[in-house]
């Protein structure tokens, strides 16, 4: 048996130790993440002990027949096994975590932020029937009944897979509600997304961080402004900035602030390690100018085209009630 997989056995042998020593949260989450592993290891193990029992009817003439049938089924059986595993291998490290997504208006005034809206609904839409949880970090409504901004979390096994792909300009073309003489419109909304990293991913020293409090605008009724529930998190080696006001609990906006704040932080360190010196949100982003789309969704024609493998879907309004799957198998066929 390879050394990889030999590895694997010990790493769950040695998780295993790990827990009986008493409750161990990191240690349980990496006995779930193996165990579906270490038991296609010795599926894998059991079948090459199976080849190598045959092996013993090699050599009598009477079931040398039998021999060569259930050789070519145990090793068709230990291929397949292996590339299971390899596959398990080969996934991406961000699968199964979970993932903050930004979605901001870009140009095209009251309509960008209708559509920012819109796609918002879609994401809901889709998270509902995928088991995946939306969980509203902060958002920043409009009165035409869009978004100028909203940040949230997408928790479950899926939630990585569904938004890999969604980072990016996406354009919208249609006649707006608010167009009187029906000409079509073209604006844009982006959508920027973040895997949140776990402890020991990233360590942040409590003194590079300046936390300040203030009271909350916008829409909330009237504790919104009579407490500095707010929270607003800076990373001052960086610049970068975190915060939350959606939560009446100064407590609870401090802990979402600093789920997007060691997000963002560390996409950037993953970009410099890459060698990459933008910041991953411009990268997905840019400056969500129409030009620099990523996906066009044209209500006229009821279609929907990701430019960057240039597939098209013509149906639309399923699409935007969140029946994004044919979209996103193509996604990962041609970009994973």
Same mark, same amino acid.
């Given at each position: 048996?390879?050394?990889?997989?030999?590895?694997?056995?010990?790493?769950?042998?040695?998780?295993?130790?790990?827990?009986?020593?008493?409750?161990?949260?990191?240690?349980?989450? +990496?006995? #779930?993440? *193996?165990?579906? =592993?270490? /038991?296609?290891?010795?599926?894998?193990?059991?079948? %090459? @002990? +199976?080849? #190598?029992? *045959?092996?013993? =009817?090699? /050599?009598?003439?009477?079931?040398?027949?039998?021999? %060569? @049938? +259930?050789?070519?089924? *145990?090793?068709?059986?230990?291929?397949?096994?292996?590339?299971?595993?390899?596959? %398990?291998?080969?996934?991406?490290?961000?699968?199964?975590?979970?993932?903050?997504?930004?979605?901001?208006?870009?140009?095209?005034?009251?309509?960008?932020?209708?559509?920012?809206?819109?796609?918002?609904?879609?994401?809901?839409?889709?998270?509902?029937?995928?088991?995946?949880?939306?969980?509203?970090?902060?958002?920043?409504?409009?009165?035409?009944?869009?978004?100028?901004?909203?940040?949230?979390?997408?928790?479950?096994?899926?939630?990585?897979?569904?938004?890999?792909?969604?980072?990016?300009?996406?354009?919208?073309?249609?006649?707006?509600?608010?167009?009187?003489?029906?000409?079509?419109?073209?604006?844009?909304?982006?959508?920027?997304?973040?895997?949140?990293?776990?402890?020991?991913?990233?360590?942040?020293?409590?003194?590079?961080?300046?936390?300040?409090?203030?009271?909350?605008?916008?829409?909330?009724?009237?504790?919104?402004?009579?407490?500095?529930?707010?929270?607003?998190?800076?990373?001052?080696?960086?610049?970068?900035?975190?915060?939350?006001?959606?939560?009446?609990?100064?407590?609870?906006?401090?802990?979402?602030?600093?789920?997007?704040?060691?997000?963002?932080?560390?996409?950037?360190?993953?970009?410099?390690?890459?060698?990459?010196?933008?910041?991953?949100?411009?990268?997905?982003?840019?400056?969500?100018?129409?030009?620099?789309?990523?996906?066009?969704?044209?209500?006229?024609?009821?279609?929907?085209?990701?430019?960057?493998?240039?597939?098209?879907?013509?149906?639309?309004?399923?699409?935007?009630?969140?029946?994004?799957?044919?979209?996103?198998?193509?996604?990962?066929?041609?970009?994973?």
């Amino acid at each position: 048996m390879d050394e990889k997989y030999l590895k694997i056995i010990s790493d769950y042998r040695a998780i295993e130790n790990r827990l009986k020593k008493g409750f161990d949260p990191e240690a349980s989450r +990496e006995y #779930k993440k *193996l165990k579906p =592993l270490y /038991d296609r290891v010795v599926s894998l193990r059991k079948t %090459e @002990e +199976e080849i #190598k029992g *045959l092996s013993a =009817l090699k /050599d009598d003439p009477e079931l040398r027949e039998l021999y %060569e @049938e +259930e050789m070519v089924k *145990l090793h068709i059986r230990a291929e397949t096994i292996k590339k299971q595993i390899d596959r %398990e291998i080969l996934k991406n490290p961000f699968e199964g975590r979970p993932i903050i997504v930004e979605i901001r208006a870009g140009t095209g005034g009251d309509e960008a932020g209708i559509f920012a809206a819109d796609l918002f609904r879609m994401y809901q839409k889709m998270a509902e029937k995928r088991d995946i949880k939306i969980e509203i970090f902060s958002i920043h409504s409009t009165d035409m009944g869009g978004v100028k901004e909203v940040i949230f979390e997408a928790s479950g096994e899926k939630a990585f897979y569904y938004f890999r792909f969604e980072g990016g300009v996406h354009r919208v073309q249609r006649v707006p509600v608010t167009e009187s003489g029906g000409r079509i419109h073209t604006s844009a909304a982006s959508v920027a997304v973040f895997p949140e990293p776990e402890k020991k991913e990233i360590q942040i020293n409590p003194a590079d961080l300046r936390i300040d409090t203030f009271r909350a605008s916008g829409k909330g009724g009237q504790h919104v402004n009579k407490t500095d529930s707010a929270v607003r998190i800076t990373h001052i080696p960086t610049g970068i900035v975190a915060s939350c006001q959606d939560e009446r609990s100064q407590t609870q906006n401090k802990q979402k602030a600093m789920k997007i704040l060691l997000s963002r932080l560390y996409e950037k360190q993953v970009s410099d390690a890459q060698g990459r010196l933008k910041d991953i949100r411009r990268s997905q982003i840019g400056g969500a100018d129409r030009s620099e789309k990523i996906r066009t969704y044209n209500f006229p024609q009821n279609r929907v085209t990701d430019h960057r493998i240039k597939f098209t879907s013509y149906d639309l309004d399923d699409f935007m009630d969140g029946e994004i799957d044919e979209m996103t198998e193509n996604l990962w066929a041609q970009l994973g």
